[in-house]
C-alpha cells in the first residue's frame, strides 16, 4: 500500500487550553516516509500535540508546517490527508459491532464522502469490488488476518485482543489513504512482545511511504522523537499536567 508521505515540521509549537497549556515549545523536523515518535507520559500532552498535528486541534503558539500547509491557519487542508487511529474519543471502535461491520461502514463512508463524484458514478459492482480490494488491502497493511480470529470477519470488537484492536483502528484509518497517520497510545497495556509488533507494524508503513505519528510512553531509537515531557520547573503542583486537562483542552478545541 505505497503512498506518498509528507515532511512535518515544526517551531515552538504550542496549545493552551481551559487548564493551562496541553503542550508547548515543541520543535520537530521529520522527512517524507518517516516514523515520528511522540514520546511522554500519559497526560503531558501527546493526545493533543497528535490531534492538532493533524489539523484536528488548533494550537496557539508557534507554527507547523505538514505537507506544505502551515498550521494553525491551514487545518483543512492537513485534515484531507491525514488520519488518527487508536485516540480515544476521537476515533473509538464500537464494541457492540463486528469487524466486517466496522471495514464495511468506513469503506461506505469514504466512497460517499471521500471519494470523487467520477468514483461513485460507477457501476454498482465496480464500486463493490474496489471497496473489497481497498478493504483487503488495509487488512495486509495492518496487518490483521481476519481468519485469525475467533469468528473471522463476525468477530465483535468487544472480544479483540488490545494488539487486534490496534490493528484494525489503524486499518481503519488507512481505508482513506492517509498519507500522514497519527496514531495514540501505541504501547498503552501491550507486552514487550506486542509492542515490538506495534512498534514493526509502524515501520513497515513508513516504508511504503506514509509518515507515521506515534504517540508513546518510550519512542525506539530509530524514530524522530519529540518529547512531551514537562521540564522540571513545570512539575509544581500549579503546574502539573494530568489526563482532566489534556481533555478538556480536547473537548475545547478539537471539535474541528
Known amino acids: ?46 493526545t493533543s500535540l497528535l490531534l ?23 487545518l483543512a487542508a492537513v485534515r484531507r490527508f491525514s488520519a488518527p487511529a487508536n485516540v480515544a474519543g476521537v476515533t473509538d471502535l464500537d464494541p457492540a459491532l463486528t469487524v466486517g461491520e466496522h471495514l ?30 481497498r478493504i483487503d488491502t488495509v487488512l495486509t497493511a495492518a496487518g490483521l488476518d ?5 469468528k473471522g470477519a463476525r468477530t465483535a470488537v468487544r472480544d479483540l485482543e488490545r494488539l487486534e484492536a490496534l490493528r484494525l483502528s489503524i486499518a481503519l484509518a488507512l481505508i482513506g489513504r492517509p498519507r500522514l497517520l497519527a496514531v495514540d497510545d501505541l504501547d498503552l497495556k501491550l507486552s514487550d512482545t506486542e509492542r515490538a509488533e506495534a512498534w514493526a507494524l509502524l ?13 508513546c510512553s518510550e519512542a525506539p531509537e530509530d524514530a524522530v522523537t519529540v518529547s ?29
Open 228 to 256: 512531551t515531557r514537562p521540564e522540571p520547573e513545570d512539575t509544581r503542583p500549579e503546574n502539573r499536567k494530568d489526563r482532566k486537562e489534556e481533555t478538556d483542552a480536547l473537548t475545547e478545541t478539537g471539535r474541528a
Open 104 to 133: 464495511r461502514e468506513r469503506a461506505l463512508l469514504q466512497r460517499r464522502f471521500g471519494d470523487s463524484v467520477r468514483a461513485l458514478l460507477r457501476p454498482r459492482e465496480e464500486r463493490r469490488a474496489e471497496a473489497k480490494l
Open 1 to 46: 500500500m505505497a503512498v506518498d508521505g509528507v515532511a512535518v515540521s515544526a517551531g515552538g509549537f504550542g496549545l493552551k487550553g481551559p487548564r493551562g497549556w496541553a503542550f508547548r515549545g515543541i520543535g520537530l523536523a521529520a522527512e517524507p516516509g518517516e516514523l515520528i515518535a511522540v514520546e511522554g507520559p500519559s497526560g503531558s500532552g501527546r
Open 52 to 74: 492538532a498535528l493533524t489539523g484536528r486541534m488548533k494550537a496557539t503558539e508557534g507554527t507547523a508546517t505538514v505537507g506544505g500547509a502551515r498550521l494553525p491557519k491551514q
Open 146 to 150: 481476519l481468519e485469525s480470529l475467533p
Open 203 to 215: 515501520r513497515s508503513l513508513a516504508a511504503a511511504g506514509t509518515t507515521v505519528l506515534a504517540a
